[in-house]
């Protein structure tokens, strides 16, 4: 079994910043992709941000040059800074990650944080 735990959300007014972390914990051999998605009521969860095993990075279009997805393969955590925060950001995060167990990749999610910006 993995666990994720996710941490960092809140409360902050527009053009501030948080953090978010999501540390895996658990029997794997390794970890592919992990990512943040994000997701408001009655809006399918989307993907803001991805980081590869090998480092490579992608983002969502909105959050370019705001948001940096960064991982710490040490400590099986990922992390994601969010700066210039607007209202728009405003979702529940969730952290996803890609274990390898048993040569197989499976695929879990976080229970989610809350950010909030207000205006």
């Known amino acids: 079994q993995v666990q994720l735990v996710e941490s960092g959300g809140g409360l902050v007014q527009a053009g501030g910043s948080l953090r978010l972390s999501c540390a895996a914990s658990?029997?794997?051999?390794?970890?592919?992709?992990m990512a943040w998605y994000r997701q408001v009521p009655r809006k399918q969860r989307e993907l803001v941000a991805g980081i590869t095993e090998g480092g490579s990075t992608n983002y969502a279009d909105s959050v370019k040059g705001r948001f940096t997805i960064s991982r710490d393969y040490a400590k099986n955590t990922v992390y994601l800074q969010l700066n210039s925060l607007k209202p728009e950001d405003t979702a529940v995060y969730f952290c996803?990650?890609?274990?390898?167990?048993?040569?197989?990749?499976?695929?879990?999610w976080g229970q989610g944080t809350q950010v909030t910006v207000s205006s």
């Open positions: 996803y990650a890609e274990p390898v167990i048993l040569a197989r990749r499976y695929q879990y």
């Open positions: 658990g029997s794997f051999s390794s970890i592919n992709t």
